[in-house]
């Protein structure tokens, strides 16, 4: 009797074993899970060293529906939906991972597009630049707000109108976010949501 016991555990365990690996292969592995206190090391690649083209060989091709730093700033009325038309795609690249830009566990940034016209500022950077802290070390945690004009620690951001969608399951009262540097985009931040594991576009409005 005392030999079939392990023998029946065992069977169990195999048993179990399909359910086990169904379950890591949804979620992708630990390398490419999103968000749940994840913060990346450090921000996306930039375009010249990935080899990709530089956002004003893109831009510069009609310069008249280049947004003015001021309609970023300032767009109360702006809401998510108006915007739908401006998304760049959709960035649920596994099952499971948000249709929006985000961080695998891994580090991979998925969904840092260069080259979008809708980023291009004539003046970055008008309203200053932030000097808080980016990346790990710098966690901080919204106070209020909204999409066009949010906060924390007295530091005031924008996001971008293009990544208005991005945003619509934010905690603007609590969530956690880490600031990092756009290496593609002049004038712009990337603000990413610890608890979401997602980003978007941001522009500092002053402190």
């Known amino acids: 009797m005392t030999k079939k016991i392990p023998i029946l555990l065992l069977g169990a365990a195999l048993v179990c074993l399909p359910g086990f690996a169904q379950r890591d292969e949804h979620r992708g592995g630990s390398g490419e899970r999103v968000g749940h206190g994840y913060i990346p090391a450090h921000g996306p690649t930039p375009a010249a060293r990935a080899g990709a083209a530089r956002p004003e060989e893109h831009a ?32 649920r ?23 979008r016209a809708d980023l291009h500022l004539e003046h970055p950077w008008e309203h200053g630049r932030f000097t808080g802290g980016f990346g790990r ?45 756009d290496p593609d985009d002049p004038g712009w931040y990337l603000a990413y949501d610890v608890r979401l594991g997602t980003y978007v576009h941001v522009m500092f409005l002053g402190a």
């Open 137 to 181: 070390g710098h966690v901080w945690h919204l106070q209020g707000g909204g999409p066009n004009r949010f906060w924390f620690n007295g530091y005031y951001f924008s996001v971008a109108p293009g990544d208005l969608a991005y945003v619509a399951n934010w905690n603007w009262n609590g969530d956690p976010i880490v600031i990092y540097e």
């Open 93 to 115: 690249d596994l099952a499971g991972h948000p249709e929006a830009p985000h961080v695998h566990h891994n580090g991979t940034w998925v969904g840092h597009e260069v080259g």
């Open 60 to 91: 510069a091709a009609r310069p008249e529906e280049h947004a003015r730093p001021e309609e970023h700033a300032a767009a109360p009325q702006a809401r998510p939906e108006e915007h739908a038309a401006e998304q760049h795609g959709n960035y």
